[in-house]
């Protein structure tokens, strides 16, 4: 216990605060050994709206979480959700002088190059993430210190923040008797707790589908090599629901949870559904009704990512070998079916791994981030930049410094039904998008579209 170091995660999002603490040992394992979760308060798709309130919850969250450990929490790393970030990638040069091996000092200097970037007066950088480097040419290292060259260069995933959010965020945290350790970007949080050792390996798409933002992090052999954020997530949903059979918020919740589906056939067919409105009213709604009202709404969700996957890197079933959903969002029946048929990639469901202690009270997707904050900071502790142990995968197999995961991962493989239902689009819209060619990998329209994409380059 002496040598061990206390870590703690807060994670602020829209509908709940949660702080995880975690206790890292010498040996760099991580054991959660606390957990607060409170009802969120003054936020609104991830942005403080209310300092006062946001500050209460902070406060209550991470007093549940000291009364679990028994330990005074006085600093943490928190999550940052992307709606006022913006993401761009930039190049970095360092000369190495001649007959002498690369050290760490020209690595930092290779990535400052790279964040020198001009950027709005408004946005302060929150990570400046090494992709692989190269050295003389050689390219795909992921560790270049120790050895010899006389050109080092580098891409730079730049990850920055807008000034007066950021502000807002550091201010509640610090009344509520906190030090920021950190800032860091929610979906690069969710993405170090739930990938494992051979997604590590490869491109892999990480969802987080929250409340009120649903944030992407595309994570290439373990760097966040993209990131960006939807302002929507599943509280649009449910908010649809209130709207269209006009009961209260904390109904149509509940509603959703218990019967609703992203795939109409995944819902209940039997199951006729009784709902008294505000005015006393009551009309029944089938459960397969309730999720063609929930489909589109997810749909268009898949639909926002796509585009800006498509958009940024390319034909996303060409750029990644597969889909990691995660967040309270991600645990709505059907929604890896719908993301299989969307994205026409393996989908799976993420939940934090790698970590042992209370796992049980942090193992579901609503957990991804707050856990991902500890993991996070335990790796930036254990290991400076550019060092071979910061190639390690953060946990999973072959990691020296974090527990095998428990359980092998799971992909859900089988075909997605085929939706030949018209769902009704219950109101317009925020952005609408013309419609979409089918994306079958083998038609021509796909190839196409390789061609457009590479068209600048050959
Ligand atoms: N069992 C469930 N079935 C369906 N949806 C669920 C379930 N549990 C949670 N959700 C949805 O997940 C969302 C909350 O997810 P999460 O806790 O990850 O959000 P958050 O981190 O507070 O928000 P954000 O990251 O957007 O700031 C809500 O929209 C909620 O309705
Ligand atoms: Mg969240």
Not at 210 to 223: A, L, P, Q, Y
Not at 416 to 436: C, H, L, N, Y
Request: hydrophobic residues 40%; aromatic residues 4%.
């Amino acid at each position: 216990m002496k040598d061990n170091l206390i870590t703690v995660g807060l994670d602020i999002g829209t509908t709940k605060i949660t702080t995880v603490i975690g206790e890292i040992a010498a040996d760099g394992s991580v054991d959660i050994i606390g957990e607060g979760t409170v009802p969120s308060e003054g936020i609104k798709r991830g942005a403080v709206v209310n300092l006062e309130r946001t500050t209460a919850a902070i406060r209550n969250s991470v007093a549940a979480a000291e009364r679990v450990s028994g330990v005074k929490v006085t600093n943490a790393y928190v999550s940052v959700a992307g709606n006022h970030a913006k993401a761009l990638t930039s190049h970095g040069l360092a000369a190495i002088r001649r007959s002498q091996e690369i050290t760490v000092s020209d690595v930092e200097r290779s990535i400052e190059n790279a964040r020198a970037v001009p950027l709005d007066p408004n946005f302060e950088v929150i990570h400046a993430i090494p992709q692989e480097y190269v050295v003389d040419g050689q390219e795909g290292i992921k560790s270049p210190v120790g050895m010899h060259g006389v050109r080092l260069e580098v891409d730079v995933h730049i990850v920055a923040g807008s000034v007066g959010p950021l502000a807002n965020l550091r201010r509640c945290v610090q009344e509520a008797g906190l030090q920021v350790r950190g800032l860091v970007l929610e979906s690069l949080a969710s993405g170090t707790a739930v990938l494992d050792a051979s997604e590590r390996d490869q491109t892999v798409v990480v969802i987080d589908m929250g409340g009120g933002t649903t944030d992407v992090g595309v994570f290439k052999r373990g760097n966040l090599s993209h990131s960006a954020c939807i302002p929507i997530g599943g509280d649009h949903v449910t908010t649809d629901l209130a709207q269209i059979l006009k009961i209260p918020l904390e109904e149509a919740e509940n509603v959703k949870r218990k019967y609703g589906a992203a795939l109409p056939e995944l819902a209940d067919p039997d199951l006729m559904l009784e709902i008294t409105n505000a005015s006393g009213s009551t009309h029944a709604i089938s459960a397969f009704d309730l999720s063609r009202i929930i489909k589109p709404r997810i749909a268009e969700i898949y639909g926002m990512v796509r585009d800006e996957i498509d958009r940024e890197l390319g034909p996303v079933e060409l750029i990644a070998s597969g889909v990691v959903l995660t967040g309270g969002g991600s645990l709505l029946r059907g929604v890896s079916e719908l993301a299989r048929e969307r994205f026409r990639l393996p989908v799976r469901v993420g939940r934090p791994r790698g970590m042992g202690g209370l796992t049980d009270i942090v193992a579901g997707p609503v957990h991804a981030a707050a856990v991902g904050l500890v993991l996070y900071a335990a790796q930036e502790q254990m290991h400076p930049v550019g060092t071979a142990a910061q190639a390690q995968p953060a946990n999973g197999s072959g990691s020296p410094y974090v527990r095998p995961a428990p359980t092998p991962i799971e992909y859900d493989l089988t075909p997605p039904p085929v939706d030949e239902t018209p769902t009704p689009t219950p109101k317009p819209a925020p952005t609408p998008k013309p419609p979409r060619a089918p994306r079958n990998p083998d038609e021509k329209t796909l190839v196409d579209k390789v061609k457009d994409f590479f068209k600048d380059w050959i």
